[in-house]
Each structure stands twice: as structure tokens, then as C-alpha cells.
């Protein structure tokens, strides 16, 4: 897997631990084990040779982007197959103070 580190702050901390109440106690999941890891995934490697890897990480391991601000929260599903994984968006939450749908954890 090839991921892209975010970096920590307060509210994304906090928003985390929010989601993960409401999933332990609405949908009867167990906490996830280990320190949270904020991160983006970028690609799923299968059977990918190491130098192409290597190759990749070297042109763009140290890519860096300005900050923004995130104005919703997108729930997505995931599926894995033999042809790789099919993606779902499940549900959409607006942040508060950005239009008709706040989340409301």
C-alpha cells in the first residue's frame, strides 16, 4: 500500500475519536487497536516489482501540498476483488457552517 501521511492536529484528533465512538456504540464495533495514523491511501500494490516501487516513492515520496480546509466528511465503502477494489460512497456529511447537513456526532 502506498499512503500519504497527514499532518496531526486537534480537530482532526478529535473528529476521529468522535467516529469511532459512534461506531462502537451504534454499530457494535471494537475500537481499533494501535495509535490513530492519519493518512490518505493512494494505491494498493499487487505483485508491483520493487523497483517500480522504489522508482515511484523515490519522484514523489517527499511531495508536500498546501493546507486547506475540509468541507465535508464522505463515508465510503470498500470492496476487494480480483480486479482490485470497488469504492462505494455510503453517506455525505457537511461540516457545520458549510451548508444544509452537519454532522452530528
Same mark, same amino acid.
Given at each position: 500500500?502506498?499512503?500519504?501521511?497527514?499532518?496531526?492536529?486537534?480537530?482532526?484528533?478529535?473528529?476521529?475519536?468522535?467516529?469511532?465512538?459512534?461506531?462502537?456504540? %451504534?454499530? $457494535? =464495533?471494537?475500537?481499533?487497536?494501535?495509535?490513530?495514523?492519519?493518512?490518505? &491511501? +493512494?494505491?494498493?500494490?499487487?505483485? !508491483? *516489482?520493487?523497483?517500480?516501487?522504489?522508482?515511484?516513492?523515490? %519522484?514523489? $515520496? =517527499?511531495?508536500?501540498?498546501?493546507?486547506?480546509?475540509?468541507?465535508?466528511? &464522505? +463515508?465510503?465503502?470498500?470492496?476487494? !476483488? *480480483?480486479?482490485?477494489?470497488?469504492?462505494?460512497?455510503?453517506? %455525505?456529511?457537511?461540516?457545520?457552517?458549510?451548508?444544509?447537513?452537519?454532522?452530528?456526532?
Amino acid at each position: 500500500m502506498v499512503w500519504a501521511g497527514v499532518a496531526l492536529n486537534p480537530e482532526l484528533l478529535h473528529f476521529q475519536k468522535k467516529i469511532e465512538s459512534v461506531l462502537v456504540r %451504534e454499530a $457494535g =464495533l471494537e475500537p481499533e487497536k494501535g495509535n490513530y495514523s492519519p493518512h490518505i &491511501t +493512494l494505491a494498493r500494490l499487487k505483485d !508491483t *516489482p520493487e523497483q517500480r516501487v522504489g522508482n515511484f516513492l523515490e %519522484e514523489y $515520496g =517527499l511531495l508536500e501540498t498546501s493546507e486547506f480546509i475540509a468541507d465535508r466528511f &464522505t +463515508l465510503f465503502s470498500s470492496i476487494l !476483488t *480480483p480486479k482490485g477494489a470497488r469504492h462505494s460512497v455510503e453517506a %455525505e456529511y457537511l461540516f457545520e457552517g458549510q451548508g444544509q447537513r452537519s454532522i452530528d456526532l
